[in-house]
């Protein structure tokens, strides 16, 4: 029974398969090194995307790297399934592991003034004892399309006469209530907490936490275990994170934008992520679900998926 790969573990078990080959030149020739241990999922270069941007190898070299792939093959196979198996990392808007906490907080009166007059947080004048905690803005472009989301979803459900909110958006970083002397928090990391704390007593009220309760989301929520596919959104491509997407800096493309990408070294990851969305709308499709728009994308950036021979 064979596994099949998507195209980013399949770019992994390539370099693994390579790094493994070259170890085993090195100690033919009488130098050897240490072969590699880990398979690098997430952190592989791009794989026999443009086959017409390398040179062929050897017959002697390809004799070589088959009799490597045979040793290994059982060794991929199963380190793929436990990849797979492995819940995602989880982290908040500021780039904290995530973990789901309740607090009390004992304060001194007059915490929830004090804390109005900073710009970060605000009192809700529906419920004078909730104070929201702000975070940074929200980017336009992500703003636009996280907004398209939501209207989408709405009119899906029948609601045909939603306004959308004007002016700059920010993400919350926590939720307060404010009761005499004492504050029940709601934030989403432990970092969180401890920054709130500082800024508690920067205000002069003596803070002291007197309970948590704690859900990790890695712990207590059930990931199944299989292909991971990022489903599209209710939002058409041309108003939805696709649009997003193409202006936005992305790690795995130097920090470029898609659209930079396009036309600069970078192509070739671009190219491999493209292909990566599409496999994963080819898994949503036979479960009756939508992936992400990479039709629609390639439109944009001028990269056809069939390329001239």
């Known amino acids: 029974m064979g596994v099949k790969l998507s195209p980013a573990e399949a770019d992994a078990a390539a370099e693994f398969i390579n790094e493994a080959g070259l170890a085993t030149v090195q100690a033919i020739a009488g130098n050897p ?9 997430g952190h592989a270069e791009p794989h026999g995307v443009y086959a017409d941007d390398q040179e062929p190898v050897s017959a ?46 004992a304060v001194q009166e007059g915490t929830a003034a004090k804390l109005a007059e900073r710009p970060d947080f ?12 702000w975070g940074a803005l929200i980017p336009d472009g992500q703003r636009e399309a996280m907004m398209a989301e939501a209207m989408a979803q709405l009119r899906a459900q029948g ?22 002397r004492e504050i029940t928090v709601e934030v989403n990391s432990q970092k969180r907490l401890t920054r709130l704390v500082d800024i508690l007593r920067k205000v002069g009220a003596d803070p002291v936490v007197t309970s948590e309760k704690r859900i990790d989301p890695v712990q207590d929520v059930a990931w199944p275990a299989g292909q991971r596919a990022s489903q599209g959104g209710a939002a058409a491509a041309a108003e939805g994170w696709e649009k997003f997407w193409l202006d936005e ?16 070294p970078e192509r070739p990851y671009l190219e491999a992520m493209l292909r990566q969305f ?15 728009d990479a039709a629609w994308l390639r439109e944009q950036l001028d990269m056809p998926s069939d390329l001239p021979g």
């Open 278 to 292: 599409e496999y994963e709308a080819d898994l949503l499709a036979a479960d009756g679900k939508t992936g992400v």
């Open 249 to 264: 800096k992305v790690p795995a493309l130097s920090g470029r934008t898609p659209r930079q990408a396009a036309r600069g």
């Open 33 to 41: 090194e240490v072969p590699p241990t880990l398979i690098p999922f």
């Open 159 to 180: 609601h045909q006469d939603v306004a959308e909110p004007h002016g700059p958006q920010r993400w919350v970083r926590g939720v307060l209530r404010v009761r005499g």
């Open 60 to 105: 002697a070299a390809a004799s070589l790297i088959g009799k490597v792939t045979g040793a290994l093959i059982t060794r991929i196979a199963a380190d793929v399934h436990r990849y797979r198996a492995t819940p995602p990392a989880i982290a908040n808007t500021d780039g904290d592991p995530m973990c789901l906490i309740t607090a009390m907080i």
């Open 122 to 133: 605000d009192l809700d004048t529906d419920e004078p004892d909730r104070v929201t905690w």
